[in-house]
């Protein structure tokens, strides 16, 4: 699934970071008041980071949209993805294959992506009864945390992975900046949760009798039956859950459990896991795999994801269903959005968040992938570091055949179309995420290789933030202040009132007055309304962004007609942050935005408070329709409160909904309907709506759905039985094909280590650290941080610190005698981690040496 940071605005302002890659996902391509990318030291002096290193110029176009004229997706089996390539029946495989696939990619002669952002994980169920009165081992968090010794995480790596994963014990990314941040950290919990399946046994059995288990000739009896665990397996990803999946069955019969193994594609897996009730007992153990949308320059907001039912993914029941302790939630949700007042707060916080992770393993991770997208030779595209191709916002507008314009690209996936489409609470699986992506236009574009973000439709923006907060910037579009408060005036907005249909102001909210940590300030071009087109034809308007903001609250409010259950708790969260916005003009278009949370880097502060939604982009007018039918009961957006009333889950591209929309659309058109007409009625006039519906209706003629949004390709023809789609190119948009042409090849940095490989017991000892790209030194002025970690032979962490700088490329670590003295005779080991600047994947390695008197 998709993982996508944090979703501040419920899905208004999408924050990125992953996809149910196997899952499901949220797209990333708003940076919300309260994400908290990156580690970017303290309001000091801005880093200059070096633009985009840029191809050859290409010769200039005047397309428009998309470089292709067609995009058709369809279904391919991973195993035959590299053999489809071949013989032409698919352009490109874009959904990453496991390093094992790597060898017969290069064999094949195809160009492919390389990307960090896919992983993979035990998720389990953790209702604490079923109702068919079996046994639930993993309702207890000590059985959970113990499978963390079961499972031995360098074995999978190996056999599963060619070794070409790395081991992964956390939520964050081994290979994302947080990772290097917290490395002595999370090389001591990775120490302590080391594989042992004698620990992991002696825990389980404990808890198992606890329960009221009994060890009958070596299998676990509950009632009289055996203890059956509920495996999901999925067999349709990259090949390599079926092993996993096969493994940790094979341990958990080991120890006396009987294991059902259930193998099953997404579709098939997906009512089970995400949609059903936890306390059915459907199900025990699901084999999940996330992928990241961006580099997550800060993974603070990945506990609340994961762990809580404040997650973006609060519409599952299952996300529901967890309980983390207190200290936990608290953690997640401070973290989430950066409630510390310097770096120091937050890394304590962090550390600890950690900790509390494994002991409450509401998850279990396994491996951080590699990962590989093969594609023709005649295909171009950029990717990204961390989401490759199919889970990049950028991948559609740079897809292209070489040197041509035009053309029909034939994409392959391992699924498509495995749940219901609709932006507010639709499907959030990577394979329809990465169709979505085409179709969707954003405030500002993430740079792939940084994980920070350029104006998209926004044109430059300010950021003010609170002195002391350590916040910095890095690109020149946006501005940071800092003052000594941030007073929030009288007028913005800061709640809604779902029973008057009206905005609370934060003079009512708040008599004694407001303030805030943030202050975003967002400029529009003045040519907005005239440039940007939906895909229906309807002009890009300012009543599609408010209804935006009116669809934050209102379906979370108990007094709305709307009212949503599972959106409640999100909403919580986001009220525990959000201060108010205000219109300050809408021709051109400037909006102020308040928070208390923020994020390290000036440029994720900004919130454009463009109308993309948790699960896709969208005007007014398809949402009007849609609330129509939930408001009289034949739809629901979420799947949780569609089960709940036993109606159909709104979808925008297929089945029964289709008909439920059109007869709102004919009934919207007919009145010129105007939803929350209290407060868009300011913005839209009924000819206006009348118009928007007309066009609606032309567009549902001509393509047989509602997916209507203003990127650079739109939703031509959906067919879900076949599961394919094809996507055209839009004529219509805003910007030229070559916009985005302007990336090279990402400048990760190579590390090298030499020195003694022996050290003398009490004597100063010293390593040179090489620092190179592409054969070149790697300047100093692009590297943020070059770490050192020792270990002595009994691999604990004896010292931390920085390497020092002595020319470009070049790095010492210099050992004192008092620092080896610690050590005993026997081999020990310095670990470096390198954080560039121009790319936020940090580089590490080791280096070997042995102490002796």
């Known amino acids: 699934m998709l993982r996508n940071r944090l979703m501040t605005v419920l899905g208004l302002i999408l924050v990125a970071s992953m996809v149910l890659a196997a899952c499901g996902t949220p797209a990333a391509t708003e940076a919300p008041a309260a994400e908290a990318p990156a580690a970017t030291e303290a309001p000091a002096e801005p880093t200059a980071v070096p633009e985009p290193t840029a191809e050859p110029t290409p010769v200039p176009t005047t397309r428009k949209g998309g470089w292709l004229d067609e995009i058709v997706f369809s279904v391919v089996d991973a195993d035959a993805a590299v053999t489809q390539i071949q013989a032409q029946a698919i352009d490109i495989y874009a959904s990453g294959l496991s390093s094992a696939d790597l060898p017969a990619i290069k064999d094949a002669g195809l160009k492919y992506s390389s990307q960090n952002g896919l992983y993979y994980e035990l998720t389990f169920n953790p209702a604490s009864e079923f109702a068919t009165g079996a046994l639930n081992p993993f309702s207890s968090a000590k059985v959970r945390e113990a499978m963390n010794w079961l499972i031995d995480r360098e074995y999978i790596n190996q056999e599963v992975y060619a070794g070409g994963g790395l081991a992964k014990f956390f939520t964050i990314t081994t290979q994302f900046p947080d990772y290097a941040d917290q490395a002595e950290v999370v090389r001591g919990l990775e120490a302590k949760y080391a594989y042992d399946t004698e620990k992991a046994k002696a825990a389980i059995d404990a808890e198992m009798l606890a329960m009221g288990a009994e060890l009958v000739d070596g299998k676990w009896n509950y009632n009289g039956a055996p203890v059956t665990l509920i495996f999901l397996i999925r067999n349709d990803s990259d090949g390599t859950r079926v092993p996993i999946g096969d493994y940790v069955a094979n341990q958990l019969e080991s120890i006396g459990f009987t294991v059902d193994r259930q193998y099953k594609t997404s579709s098939e897996a997906s009512p089970l896991w995400v949609l059903g009730d936890p306390a059915d007992g459907a199900w025990h153990i699901y084999t999940g795999a996330w992928s990241a949308t961006v580099i997550d320059r800060d993974q603070g907001d990945n506990f609340q994801f994961f762990d809580t039912p404040s997650s973006a993914y609060g519409f599952s029941p299952l996300w529901q269903a967890y309980t983390p302790s207190e200290e936990y939630a608290k953690l997640a949700d401070d973290l989430a959005y950066n409630r510390f007042q310097n770096l120091e707060e937050r890394k304590a916080a962090f550390s600890r968040a950690l900790e509390l992770s494994l002991e409450e393993s509401w998850h279990v991770w396994l491996i951080d992938g590699k990962n590989f997208a093969p594609y023709s030779e005649n295909v171009e595209v950029t990717y990204d570091l961390a989401a490759g191709i199919d889970g990049a916002q950028i991948a559609a507008y740079t897809l292209r055949f070489a040197g041509q314009e035009g053309g029909q690209m034939k994409w392959g996936q391992p699924d498509l179309l495995v749940d219901p489409w609709n932006p507010i609470a639709g499907s959030n699986w990577a394979f329809d995420a990465s169709a979505q992506r085409g179709t969707t236009g954003a405030g500002v574009m993430y740079d792939p290789h940084t994980g920070l973000v350029n104006p998209l439709r926004i044109e430059r923006a300010e950021v003010t933030v609170t002195e002391g907060l350590p916040v910095g910037k890095t690109l020149e579009w946006v501005d940071l202040a800092f003052e000594a408060e941030i007073a929030v005036p009288a007028e913005a907005y800061a709640d809604w009132d779902a029973v008057n249909q009206k905005w609370v102001t934060v003079g009512e909210k708040f008599p004694e007055g407001a303030t805030a940590q943030v202050k975003s300030v967002v400029y529009y071009p003045a040519d907005l309304y005239e440039t940007v087109k939906w895909h229906d034809g309807s002009n890009f308007s300012f009543a599609d962004m408010m209804l935006g903001m009116v669809m934050t609250f209102d379906p979370a409010k108990p007094e709305s007609k709307l009212y949503d259950e599972s959106r409640a708790s999100n909403l919580d969260s986001f009220l525990s942050v959000f201060k108010g916005f205000k219109v300050v003009s809408v021709e051109p278009l400037v909006i102020e935005y308040y928070s208390d949370g923020y994020s390290l880097d000036a440029e994720l502060n900004v919130s454009t408070m463009w109308p993309q939604y948790g699960y896709g982009e969208a005007p007014w007018h398809t949402i009007a329709i849609a609330n129509l039918a939930e408001e009289n009961g034949e739809l629901a957006y979420s799947a949780d409160k569609a089960d709940a009333a036993e109606i159909e889950w709104t979808s925008f591209i297929g089945g029964p909904s289709l008909e439920i929309l059109a007869k709102y659309l004919d009934q919207a058109e007919a009145e010129a309907y105007i939803p929350y007409a209290s407060v868009l009625g300011e913005y839209v006039t009924a000819e206006e709506a009348a118009a928007r519906y007309a066009n609606l209706k032309a567009f549902y003629g001509e393509h047989s759905h509602f997916w209507v949004s203003s990127g650079p ?82 691999n604990e962490i004896v010292a931390v610190g920085e390497a020092e700088a002595v020319a470009d490329g070049q790095y010492v670590v210099n050992l004192t005698s008092e620092m080896t003295k610690a050590f005993e005779a026997g081999a020990n080991k310095l670990e470096i981690a390198v954080v560039p600047f121009p790319v936020s994947i940090p580089t590490f390695t080791t280096f070997d040496f042995v102490t002796a008197p």
């Open 713 to 794: 390709y739109l939703l031509d023809k959906v067919f879900t039985t076949e599961k394919s789609l094809t996507l055209k190119n839009f004529a219509d948009y805003a910007d030229l094909a070559d916009r985005w042409a302007v990336y090279g090849e990402p400048k990760i940095a190579e590390v090298e280590v030499d020195g003694s490989a022996n050290v003398t017991i009490g004597g100063e000892a010293s390593f040179d650290v090489f620092v190179t790209f592409g054969g070149e030194a790697y300047p100093q002025a692009d590297i943020k941080t070059v770490k050192y970690i020792l270990y002595n032979a009994k």
